[in-house]
């Protein structure tokens, strides 16, 4: 047999492989861009106006806020628009001072510098006044219009208060106060702290009750001294020298029943003490404690 060679044809013998790194490919040929044709100068100058158009609307708008700025400051200080008029209306329980202290207005304050909501709210934290209004007129003229409350009875808790149609105890009864009012007892002053809203409503049930006993014209004959609530919740009223128990409502039909009996009494010089009336089971049923008139002391309470 014929030897076969070792080496490959084209290589010599005894010869070795060649360890040498092939060469760095070469990068590809860049794509040159195609030239930007050149751009007039008048071309140029119009695009840059364009792009710089917005600078001075800025310049504009940034000098108008330090303006404003620097401008509302003057207004509000300059004692050119210094108040110089103060006009209080609708108090009559109120002293103007005490108005004008409350809301921190003087002469010469800067009229565009008040506040003219927190000033009325100032105000109505004063106990008499139930709704206020400030308004400005320039160059120097501030309005304050007050709605005071209206006083409907008075409410013993622990000291009489002065109640407000809507039930709400506003102020303690003071010397120069109206007095002359029909006086709420038996309710507590911690029903008032605890449950305020439930006694505002029972002050207004027996309101009610003060009405109902006008449109019977049983007030006005006789004057109503008091009006009172039972834990039960009961009322009973003290009407001139009479007390009379009406029990729960409604009343209505109660107080017509009344008029009769008391004006039957009088028909024949009596008087009653005591009226019942109070009785839900027998509404019908009215109870009568009488006695003459020429039989009561002068000066001193029927029925006591």
Not at 92 to 99: A, F, G, K, P
Not at 152 to 166: F, I, M, P, T
């Amino acid at each position: 047999m014929a030897a076969v060679p070792s080496t490959p044809p084209g290589r010599p013998q005894n010869s070795r492989v060649s360890r040498e790194p092939p060469p760095p490919a070469e990068p590809p040929p860049r794509r040159s861009r195609p030239a930007r044709p050149s751009e007039p100068w008048s071309q140029r100058v119009a695009r840059w106006s364009q792009q710089l158009s917005f600078v001075p609307v800025l310049v504009l708008l940034a000098g108008t806020v330090v303006a404003g700025r620097y401008g509302h400051r003057w207004l509000t200080h300059t004692p050119q628009l210094g108040a110089r008029t103060l006009e209080v209306t609708g108090i009559s329980h109120c002293s103007r001072e005490e108005v004008l202290a409350a809301a921190r207005l003087t002469v010469g304050s800067n009229v565009l510098a008040v506040d003219l909501e927190r000033a009325a709210r100032q105000i109505e934290r004063l106990p008499w006044v139930a709704r206020a209004t400030v308004t400005r007129q320039l160059p120097d003229t501030l309005r304050v219009a007050i709605e005071e409350r209206a006083p409907a009875a008075l409410v013993a808790v622990g000291g009489l208060y002065l109640a407000s149609a809507d039930g709400t105890l506003f102020k303690r009864a003071e010397p120069g106060d109206p007095v002359d009012l029909p006086v709420v007892t038996g309710l507590s002053r911690e029903s008032f702290r605890d449950r305020p809203d439930g006694a505002r409503e029972q002050v207004r049930d027996s309101l009610a009750l003060m009405g109902d006993l006008e449109s019977a014209q049983l007030g006005s004959s006789s004057r109503l001294q008091e009006v009172h609530r039972e834990p039960t919740g009961d009322l009973s009223v003290m009407l001139g020298g009479t007390y009379i128990w009406l029990g729960r409502g409604p009343y209505r039909s109660k107080l017509s029943r009344l008029r009769v009996v008391l004006g039957e009494l009088r028909r024949h010089g009596l008087e009653a003490s005591e009226v019942h009336l109070e009785s839900d089971r027998h509404p019908e049923r009215v109870t009568v404690r009488a006695h003459t008139a020429s039989a009561a002391e002068p000066g001193t309470r029927r029925g006591s």
